[in-house]
């Protein structure tokens, strides 16, 4: 490389290689958004006296963090258009009264779409009666921070096509009063999914990118520079490229197609499209599918019964739900593994996380390949049976760390305080070699790494509550699980998660040494500054 070409030199830094622990550099010199030289500040600025110089002054400075498992393009399509719930500090009553309020005299066709909704914070769901009160003759959907359930009005359930008459759909449910058989309007996965698609159905590529552009400058703030767009859209994905092409796109994207629309999987496989098709920038990193649900809400398929409060409705002996049959999920599994593309799915429940290795090993049988790199999703409930089955089948658990620190009270509440013994158990993973990348699951959870790597470090939920002390890391670790197994989990291990020569220069720099602040105090790390390819796309120095 030639002196001439670096155009940017980062000095007075201490940046983390995480090549090993303890593993610090002064300075590193960047051209054409790659790092290609490392050393002391001293070093670094005779190699290239005249390159643009980022000083972090002493600062930590990390590898971009990689969320490997969220949702910008369904959050970026509902910003300004569906009320987000989890932004303000509702009570039942005030969101009722804003419901009121919204709706006004606005003509019968005017929804009110609320998401973020949390029953655990917000002691439970409003009434049908509060409902159709609030909105007599308006469609109101407010859907469950998970994604898995949503309450409904009447005049939504109406115009969906739900009646009293209606069966459960398929792998859904519609709940019913126990004693009059009425429905309740609490719908529970493809019941409230139907309603989603009837809200979505107009929704445009173009209104997934304008909402897009701040998901991910938010995303920037907190120093993530890739995602893993889990179960993308067809519109989504539309609307990353149109971005790309636009020269909008300042993260980099890796797609996990939505097994969720079978003619998108269908065209991929058609195309002969492989993981790993695309650029640094926009990638298909492989499909996915949800055979699982939500542990917070109850659905989550687990093979003992949930425990705590119930929802009226419920069944006494609730071990939540699968939404595929076996049979049928392997096949979907095998057909894309055959094709050569990596395949992710939702396990969350110890039952649920079993069906899916389940499926995935039927279609290693079928079509055996080492380095196959097949994702279970979330795989919360990690028992030492299934930990097993992930060492000899060389699976990644993509562990939904996020979930640790902002669901982790629902988590105790749900399945009880020794249940969290195995619930994201990385200290175990870690020591049997299991690969166990970190995410957010965003808008599920907040985008912020750091939550997730303060429950890691701590093993304490948001509210201080305990998941296991027995069951931490180190902050090296937990970086890791937001970095270098990151990368690894989308194939690009040879591009991201380290800072070293060779490497995209996607890097954030933080307020304070991570490796050295109280671990206590880990979840209010900042981040002053944040690059892709040595550009700034948040702060700057």
């Not at 096949?331 to 094709?339: E, I, Y």
Request: one cysteine or more; charged letters at 20%; hydrophobic letters at 40%.
């Amino acid at each position: 490389m030639q002196i001439q070409q670096i155009e940017t030199v980062v000095i007075n830094g201490k940046i983390a290689t995480m090549q090993a622990p303890g593993q610090f550099a002064q300075a590193m010199a960047i051209a054409q958004g790659r790092i290609v030289a490392m050393g002391t500040t001293d070093e670094i600025r005779a190699f290239a006296p005249a390159a643009r110089v980022i000083d972090c002054g002493g600062r930590t400075v990390i590898p971009g963090f990689i969320d490997s498992h969220c949702h910008p393009d369904m959050h970026g399509a509902r910003l300004g258009r569906w009320v987000d719930l989890g932004e303000e500090e509702f009570t039942r009553d005030t969101l009722l009264t804003r419901i009121a309020r919204d709706i006004g005299n606005q003509p019968a066709e005017k929804w009110f779409v609320g998401f973020g909704y949390d029953d655990t914070r917000m002691g439970g769901y409003p009434t049908l009666t509060e409902l159709d009160a609030a909105a007599p003759a308006n469609p109101v959907f407010l859907y469950r921070r998970d994604g898995h359930l949503g309450i409904a009005n009447s005049a939504a359930m109406a115009a969906t096509g739900y009646t009293e008459d209606s069966p459960d759909p398929d792998f859904g449910k519609l709940d019913r009063d126990p004693v009059t058989g009425a429905l309740t309007g609490l719908l529970r996965e493809t019941a409230a999914h139907a309603v989603v698609n009837v809200i979505q159905d107009s929704y445009t590529p173009d209104q997934f990118a304008s909402g897009l552009v701040q998901v991910l400058d938010r995303f920037a703030s907190y120093g993530i520079t890739s995602v893993h767009n889990s179960l993308a859209s067809t519109n989504g994905i539309v609307a990353y490229q149109k971005m790309r092409e636009a020269g909008d796109l300042a993260l980099r994207v890796g797609l996990l197609a939505s097994g969720r629309e079978d003619d998108l999987i269908a065209a991929i496989i058609r195309a002969g499209w492989r993981t790993g098709m695309g650029d640094e920038w926009l990638r298909l990193t492989g499909v996915e599918w949800c055979p699982d649900c939500s542990t917070s809400g109850r659905t989550a398929a687990y093979y003992t019964p949930y425990v705590g409060q119930k929802v009226l409705g419920e069944p006494a002996d609730n071990r939540g739900m699968l939404l595929y049959e076996q049979d049928d999920f392997n096949a979907r599994v095998s057909q894309a593994h055959a094709a050569g593309l990596l395949v992710g799915a939702d396990g969350v429940g110890d039952r649920g996380i079993d069906f899916v290795l389940d499926g995935f090993q039927a279609a290693l049988e079928a079509h055996p390949r080492a380095d196959h790199r097949m994702r279970v999703e979330h795989c919360c409930n990690v028992t030492p049976s299934i930990l097993k089955r992930l060492v000899e089948m060389r699976v990644i658990c993509s562990s939904a760390t996020g979930f640790a620190y902002d669901l982790g009270d629902a988590y105790i509440a749900n399945r009880g305080a020794e249940a969290m013994r195995h619930m994201w158990p990385h200290r175990d993973m870690i020591d049997a070699g299991v690969i166990a990348p970190g995410h957010s699951d965003t808008p599920v959870c907040h985008p912020n790494p750091m939550r997730g790597i303060h429950a890691m470090v701590n093993r304490v939920t948001s509210s201080g509550a305990s998941l296991d002390a027995s069951q931490a890391v180190t902050v090296h670790e937990a970086l890791e699980a937001y970095t270098t197994l990151g990368a690894f989990a989308g194939r690009e291990e040879h591009l991201k998660g380290r800072l070293l020569p060779g490497m995209l220069a996607d890097f954030a720099v933080l307020d304070r040494d991570i490796f050295t602040c109280p671990a206590a105090d880990l979840y209010a790390v900042g981040v002053t500054s944040t690059y892709v390819g040595g550009a700034a796309v948040h702060g700057g120095l």
